[in-house]
């Protein structure tokens, strides 16, 4: 993570508060990470080098913001956006900034961009009222289904928690190549994540269930679950801004031929080189 994507994510947040958005989707890519996002700034397709992530079955991508108790989700599964969030700008083919309405007091800016093997995700939280707003919380998380359309199961494994918080689900894809997503804090965000495989497909928890499950690191087994991050912000000053950073990291792992494969293999060169030594003594003698 360098520090360009904070800064601009920090000029993103800073014209958003003057900024109602519009109701627009954008797609952004660097030609190896593709994402189509919806108005509110969720996902509604999410893929690496041709292999989908998001959008089989029902396209789980959502983000949840807590204050108070109160607790306001933009689900891509279920089509809310209680943010009104909109578009702010397309800053070119691989970046766009996302902005919603003010709620609990607390004005939302999201800035994404595709880089390498990376999307990575920046929110901005500013208190706009001249008050201190307490017991503020972020969560977000997708339903990864890469392995479709052979299965929607991923094997989950809880990879850090705190400041080095990140969640994998891996799979082996068609073809036998294992394609994986990785949610992680990203390296200089502020604050300490959380996090967490959900249950069944497509629950989209909130920071307060997140926190309170406290999954230990390790695996947890092959099942179709959510992976989340959650983010306990506590108190934002009257005036004051606190912002986060995450990433979803991919990579792939090519197939490795089994032993029985390479002899054969091998075999067959052998054999095509025999042949190609026959018709040339035969050439030769003609």
Do not use: H
């Not at 797609?27 to 080098?49: D, E, K, M, Q």
Request: proline share 3%; hydrophobic share 40%.
């Amino acid at each position: 993570m360098n520090k360009n994507f904070f800064k601009k994510a920090a000029v993103g947040a800073a014209v958003a508060l003057s900024f109602s958005g519009s109701a627009l989707a954008v797609s952004i890519t660097n030609g190896t990470v593709s994402a189509n996002v919806n108005a509110s700034g969720t996902f509604s397709s999410l893929s690496y080098t041709g292999t989908e992530f998001v959008n089989w079955g029902t396209p789980m991508s959502y983000y949840a913001l807590s204050v108070g108790g109160t607790t306001w989700t933009a689900d891509n599964a279920g089509g809310s956006n209680p943010f009104s969030a909109g578009t702010l700008s397309i800053n070119s083919a691989n970046s766009a900034t996302f902005s919603g309405v003010t709620l609990g007091g607390l004005a939302f800016s999201e800035f994404l961009q595709v880089s390498g093997s990376s999307l990575l995700v920046s929110i901005t939280l500013f208190n706009t009222t001249s008050a201190a707003i307490n017991n503020v919380a972020w969560a977000s998380g997708i339903d990864p289904d890469q392995a479709i359309p052979a299965t929607y199961d991923t094997a989950n494994s809880i990879l850090g928690q705190g400041t080095s918080a990140a969640v994998m689900a891996s799979a082996v894809v068609p073809g036998g190549s294992t394609k994986s997503v990785t949610l992680r804090q990203s390296t200089g965000s502020g604050g300490s994540g959380t996090a967490y495989i959900g249950g069944y497909c497509c629950d989209d928890p909130n920071a307060a269930t997140i926190l309170a499950a406290n999954q230990a690191v390790g695996f947890y087994g092959v099942s179709d679950r959510s992976i989340a991050l959650g983010y306990d912000l506590g108190t934002i000053a009257a005036g004051q801004s606190k912002g986060l950073a995450y990433e979803y990291d991919f990579a792939v792992t090519r197939a490795v031929p089994e032993p029985e494969t390479y002899a054969l293999m091998m075999a067959g060169l052998g054999l095509m080189g025999f042949v190609a030594r026959r018709r040339k003594q035969q050439s030769t003698a003609a």
